[in-house]
């Protein structure tokens, strides 16, 4: 399995500068690089086409661990490790498929646990894994646990609260039995990146962005060694948030990582590739990960036109994939 070159203040390293951000230092681990539906797309194979879809025809023979096609819904996990040596656990984002990203990538990875959780918005395919949190937390028949930590916004607060009334509920109603649950202490963010917050030791500034002209979603910067910014859905980006992330604004990103539905055309609520490759023109980060991705898109193949893209633009630019794990000094 491919990994990225590790980063540190900024820098890409060499094989004989990894000591200090090795196996012991802190890590991006992509657990979900694919779109709602993740990858394969079903309809490829239970209503099969003529000839089949190459990416999807091929998850059935590829072990999902050896194919960088196999996407599940956009997440990622920082491996946060402070100043005395001390791993916390942060997960952005826990959509429908993060069972599965839990049993291939924790036990992969050796993820033991998470300590806070934090969501761009309340669509399905980053909140719809709430209910399988139990599975990382302790054992305890009565919830008797320290919850975990989420942030989100208010709005994100009030759909939580409709779709998963028993994850919100503060104590049990008279004669209702107890039954075990995710346990987590909700904890409102503001939509704006002058308001940041603290998730287990790590700064985090909101990224207000539209994902369709009717919804505001957030993507996140964190890191100080290191700056990243983490935008996994996204149709437009107003221009305070840009500039925030900008080289020629407020100071250029070590890496962006950022939504990318389809290889060609536009589409109304995600960037496709034609307009994410303009905004990192814009942006102008040192490397960029891209995320979010179909079934159009053939990781091996399309890495090598990026690759030709980035050599002309200055801009280190691929795709991202299930697994990826990228040391990084934040």
């Known amino acids: ?41 079903v309809r490829c194979l239970i209503q099969p086409s003529d000839p089949p879809c190459p990416v999807c025809s091929q998850s059935l023979s590829i072990p999902p661990d050896r194919n960088p096609n196999y996407r599940c819904n956009t997440s990622l996990l920082i491996d946060y490790c402070s100043v005395n040596g001390v791993h916390n656990y942060i997960i952005i984002d826990v959509g429908k498929t993060f069972r599965e990203q839990v049993l291939r990538w924790f036990t992969f ?144 990103l070590d890496i962006l990582i950022l939504d990318c539905l389809y290889k060609t055309g536009s589409f109304n609520v995600h960037l496709c590739l034609p307009q994410t490759l303009e905004a990192l023109k814009r942006i102008c980060p040192k490397r960029a990960l891209l995320i979010g991705m179909t079934h159009e898109f053939d990781h091996h193949k399309d890495n090598e036109f990026l690759r030709e893209w980035s050599e002309r633009e200055g801009i280190h630019v691929q795709l991202a994939h299930d697994g990826l794990r990228v040391p990084i000094d934040l």
């Open 109 to 252: 990875h050796k993820i033991p646990r998470i300590d806070s959780i934090i969501l761009t918005h309340e669509h399905a395919d980053a909140i719809l894994g709430l209910d399988d949190i139990r599975a990382v937390q302790p054992y305890s028949p009565t919830n008797n646990i320290d919850p975990t930590a989420i942030y989100l916004t208010q709005y994100a607060m009030d759909s939580v609260a409709t779709k998963f009334p028993y994850l919100v509920q503060k104590k049990l109603r008279e004669g209702q039995e107890v039954r075990r649950v995710a346990q987590l202490d909700w904890k409102i963010i503001e939509e704006h990146y002058e308001k940041p917050f603290v998730a287990s030791g790590l700064k985090f500034f909101p990224l207000p962005v539209m994902h369709g002209e009717d919804y505001l979603c957030l993507g996140y910067l964190f890191g100080e060694k290191c700056k990243v910014a983490y935008i996994s859905d996204v149709s437009r980006f107003p221009s305070n948030t840009e500039y925030v992330i900008s080289k020629n604004g407020a100071g250029q």
């Open 1 to 41: 399995m491919e990994n990225q070159n590790p980063v540190q203040n900024g820098n890409i390293l060499d094989g004989n500068s990894l000591a200090a951000v090795n196996g012991d230092g802190s890590a991006l681990i992509f657990l979900g690089t694919g779109c709602s539906s993740a990858v394969p797309n």
